[in-house]
């Protein structure tokens, strides 16, 4: 045995100096992540500080990076601003009363009974006093101009019924193509897979010009509708992966008591399948709450049936305030996000798993 | 390619024989006939609709006086592309500079990231993956939203609080041409979320023993990657760098945010098409432009696919 006890103490010192190198590695790995995540997410930080700020901090070269306001002292029944005012032996904050080029009037909100102070200089060099304070009020008033429920229920209907539609048709789509063996169906699913790679410009002339001048349904929701009732290939692919891995031997065990294929569907394949059709309806779920490029040419001519993602992108030519175009912002992601957070679990467990690869 | 279509071909029975066989084919059909329905009416017959229509002067405004004009709009094409001051070959060069750069940052940031997020160090991973989803989740307004107030040069933070601080000639806007191909960069950048999944879940697929086996032969974090985990990840990669360069033609992007027609995270030659469609409503010529961009697509995903026996690694020596 080599078990000396020299031996053993400079075994002992080398496994502390692994782990000490390897906890060192540890929170290296973590601080690295940290510091990406919060580079990468920094602009949330921007748009958040943004909203929150009034329409004066932006002519405001002095104002900081915070939501913030100027100070103001009523004094005599008006509000004047307060000033950090330099003076023999300490900086005061003093409320600004009278602007002057070379000397301007002060009064001392600490002492207000000794009046009016007079002091030599330009006020303009001077920094105002700032206090933090979000401006929620501009919440309000997107609230109030977009008609923000409404828009929101727009676009809750839209995604609700092509979600329906989708969802009915890629399963039965997926299954098809999973359980049977139909002539050239291997061919076919290759197929359906290429039809991502279509680019969407090369079908929008003949689809718009169907859906405006053929079916009239310019101002309608059925352009945005009816398209996913025909499925969507990539929600396909990923449910028909899933089926496959399916075991059969329930199936033919309900085939014996005489139950049909869309029996067999409904009672044996979907009940398995809760996780993957959650993912594939989420997927729909994002796409179709952002949509835009279908409600920009076929919802155009009637306001009424805007969706929130068309009526926010619309801001951006209104010349907005940099605090509004980032409350709108905020509006428009606000249920994604919250809908990502809530099922982030099941949603990102089940893209790893099963994986949108070929 | 071939050969897995060849086996496909052979795999598929295209001559049901029994009558079970052929009930059984009925039904499949009959399930799948919402796709081949969708296919056929939104997808094959709109294609070859966009061909006719590249052939004729279609103008929206007056479509009943469109006639046939053969292959002057692919002539005028030729001459847009590369006329001093034609606007095609303008947009198409900015869309070809724009997928040289903003493919590979995508590919390397997804996959630099979901090394970093696959360490077995690293703690809160849910809620660290879910982060780096969440911009792919944002409406494309909102991007742009964020994104532009962020770089704005005047009330924007990237020059006061970064560039200015530490010294660096301050950036000029999103405005400007250079600023804004920086722009589409970052907002790339910004929805790797479902290619950084894809690499991710690859990732967990890789076998620990090779793991362990390279570490007994000694190599380091850095060749593990480089060894181990990026040729068998190399599907996963290739699916990824072919989605991101279809979507910079104009193609399906996996997660779609809802760009506008004008602009956004669409590529310059899409927008060009756009413009030739919505602003002066020449939909023969902008056609002709789109079938154009579908035939360089196309060729591009050919080629990929071409190399993909070279880089890419299949387990049962099946290929792509």
């Known amino acids: 045995m080599a078990d000396s006890p ?84 300490s900086i005061k904050k003093w409320a600004l009363v009278e602007r002057h080029r070379t000397e301007s009037t002060f009064v001392n909100p600490a002492n207000p009974e000794t009046g009016p102070i007079t002091w030599e200089g330009s006020w303009r060099t001077l920094d105002p006093v700032y206090e933090f304070y979000p401006a929620f009020e501009n919440f309000a008033y997107l609230w109030a101009t977009i008609n923000y429920p409404r828009l929101v229920w727009n676009t809750v209907k839209v ?142 001519i009637s306001p009424d049936l805007y969706t929130l993602a068309f009526r926010v992108q619309q801001y951006q030519s209104y010349f907005a305030p940099p605090n509004m175009l980032q409350v709108s912002a905020l509006f428009a992601m ?13 949603f990102m467990h089940e893209v790893l798993i099963t994986g949108l690869e070929k | ?49 966009s061909l006719g229509f590249s052939f004729t002067d279609f103008y929206m ?53 979901a090394v970093l997020l696959n360490s077995q160090r690293l703690a809160a991973k849910e809620l660290h993956r879910t982060l780096v989803f969440l911009p792919s989740v944002i409406p494309g307004a909102a991007i742009a939203f964020v994104w532009f107030g962020f770089l704005d040069p005047t009330t924007g933070w990237l020059n006061r609080l970064f ?10 806007g999103p405005y400007s041409e250079a600023g804004y191909n920086l722009f589409r960069i970052i907002t790339a950048l910004w929805s790797i979320g479902p290619g950084f999944l894809i690499m991710l879940g690859a990732m967990r697929g890789v076998p620990p023993e090779l793991y362990e086996a390279a570490h007994v032969a000694g190599a380091g974090p850095i060749m593990r990657l480089l060894k181990v985990t990026v040729p068998i990840i190399s599907p996963a990669v290739f699916f990824s760098l072919v989605i991101n360069l279809v979507s ?22 899409d927008f060009y098409i756009g413009e030739v469609m919505f ?26 696919f071409a190399t993909a026996r070279y880089w890419v690694y299949y387990p049962d020596g099946d290929e792509a």
């Open chain 1, 6 to 89: 020299q031996h053993h103490r400079a075994h002992k010192k080398a496994r502390l100096g692994l782990q000490l190198w390897d906890g060192l590695g540890t929170a290296l790995v973590n601080l690295l992540v940290v510091f990406l995540v919060i580079v990468y997410l920094f602009p949330i930080s921007y748009m958040v500080f943004t909203a929150f700020k009034m329409d004066s901090q932006f002519s405001d070269i002095k104002a900081p990076i915070w939501p913030a306001r100027i100070v103001t002292y009523t004094y005599t029944g008006e509000d004047y601003p307060l000033y950090e005012v330099p003076t023999a032996g």
């Open chain 1, 159 to 300: 995604t609700m019924l092509s979600g329906i539609g989708v969802m009915i048709s890629s399963i039965l789509v997926a299954y098809g193509f999973s359980r049977f063996r139909i002539p050239g169906g291997n061919l076919l699913f290759i197929l359906l897979i290429a039809t991502v790679l279509i680019p969407e410009k090369i079908t929008l002339i003949p689809t718009y010009y169907m859906f405006t001048r053929i079916l009239n349904w310019n101002g309608t929701y059925y352009p945005l509708i009816v398209p996913h009732l025909f499925g969507n290939a990539i929600l396909i692919f990923l449910l028909r992966q899933n089926f496959k891995s399916i075991p059969r031997e329930m199936e033919e065990a309900a085939m014996i008591d005489g139950a049909g294929p869309l029996r067999i569907l409904t009672s044996v394949i979907l009940p398995q399948s809760g996780p993957v059709i959650t993912t594939a309806a989420l997927l729909h779920f994002f796409y179709a709450w952002n949509e835009l490029r279908q409600a920009s040419l076929y919802l155009g």
């Open chain 1, 334 to 346: 606000a249920i994604p996000v919250l809908v990502l957070f809530l099922t982030q679990r099941e």
């Open chain 2, 1 to 49: 390619m071939m050969t897995s279509i060849r086996r496909f071909l052979s795999k598929s029975n295209l001559c049901p024989q029994t009558r079970m066989e052929r009930r059984e084919a009925l039904v499949g059909l009959l399930f799948i006939s919402p796709w081949i329905v969708g296919f056929l009416l939104l997808k094959l017959v709109p294609i070859f609709v």
């Open chain 2, 61 to 113: 405004l007056y479509p009943g006086d469109t006639k046939f004009v053969g292959r002057e709009n692919y002539a005028h094409i030729l001459e847009d592309l590369f006329s001093e001051d034609g606007a095609a070959g303008y947009y198409l060069s900015n869309t070809i500079g724009f997928a040289i750069l903003s493919v590979p940052a995508q590919l390397l940031t997804a996959l630099g990231l």
């Open chain 2, 163 to 172: 560039l200015e601080p530490l010294g660096l000639p301050p950036y000029p």
């Open chain 2, 248 to 269: 910079v033609f104009g193609g399906a992007t996996l997660l779609d945010r809802g760009t506008s027609f004008s602009g956004g995270g669409q590529s310059p030659f």
């Open chain 2, 279 to 304: 602003s002066s409503y020449r939909l023969g010529y902008a056609a002709s432009l789109a079938w154009m961009m579908f035939l360089i697509m196309l060729a591009t995903t050919i080629a990929l």
